[in-house]
């Protein structure tokens, strides 16, 4: 099945700052990638995701890359904020509609 | 949130009690999966439904079966709790009506401790 992994586990940035947060994943039919933030307490919420055949998408603060090749997907946010804080999860569709999941990233933005 | 719960949402249970726990959702979604979710592990599936009685496993399927009778329910028990199955469960929906773009909703999750 696939395997996806996740870094850094945790990751602390001053606010305003960058965040960048990185997967690669094992199954080169895996199509279909997700982020989702979990805040403390709550449930995964789907943030941005991206399809096999796109390079990059953005929504205002939030970006993924995906460089298929490569097997990596990564997500970017810029201008981060206090509520940002959260863990942020990568998620690849493998076959069968299944989704796998990295181990998570806990970020932490100082004001 | 898509019309998804869960119920219990909370729960304490003894080793070698059995424990079902429920997912109902109100989007006709035709898949539904469950996830467990243990510090470390981020969310691993247990086992997913592809439509009435239509269910497979996941990759942390031991100790737990599922049943799904209705498009609107996905049950998941555990036939006899051990406390290695202590952790949060979240149930998620998903439709496969837009090609391969799927996004996946989830449950609030249930609380499960095991003692």
């Known amino acids: 099945g696939e395997n996806v992994e996740q870094h850094p586990s945790t990751l602390s940035v001053q606010e305003g700052d960058s965040a960048v947060i990185k997967c690669t994943y094992s199954?080169?039919?895996?199509?279909?990638f997700p982020w989702y933030k979990q805040e403390l307490g709550k449930r995964p919420q789907l943030i941005i995701d991206?399809?096999?055949?796109?390079g990059e998408k953005k929504d205002q603060r939030i970006a993924v890359t995906l460089n298929k090749t490569a097997k990596h997907f990564s997500l970017h946010i810029t201008e981060t904020q206090p509520e940002d804080s959260a863990v942020y999860f990568c998620a690849a569709r493998g076959t069968g509609n299944q989704f796998y999941f990295g181990t998570g990233t806990s970020l932490t933005v100082i004001p | 949130d898509a019309g998804i719960t869960q119920s219990p949402r909370h729960k304490v249970t003894e080793t070698g009690t059995p424990v079902t726990l429920r997912c109902h959702q109100t989007?006709?979604?035709?898949?539904m999966y469950w996830y467990r979710q243990d510090p470390g592990h981020g969310l691993r599936l247990i086992h997913y439904s592809y439509g009435v009685k239509d269910t497979d496993k996941g990759e942390v399927s031991d100790g737990y079966s599922v049943s799904r009778s209705k498009t609107e329910d996905f049950l998941l028990t555990l036939e006899s709790a051990t406390s290695s199955q202590t952790s949060v469960y979240f149930c998620?929906?998903?439709?496969?009506?837009?090609?391969?773009?799927?996004?996946?909703?989830f449950g609030p999750g249930t609380r499960l401790t095991v003692l």
């Open positions: 989007e006709n979604h035709r898949y």
């Open positions: 199954d080169s039919a895996s199509n279909y």
């Open positions: 991206i399809r096999s055949n796109v």
């Open positions: 998620a929906i998903s439709e496969h009506s837009r090609g391969d773009y799927n996004e996946q909703f």
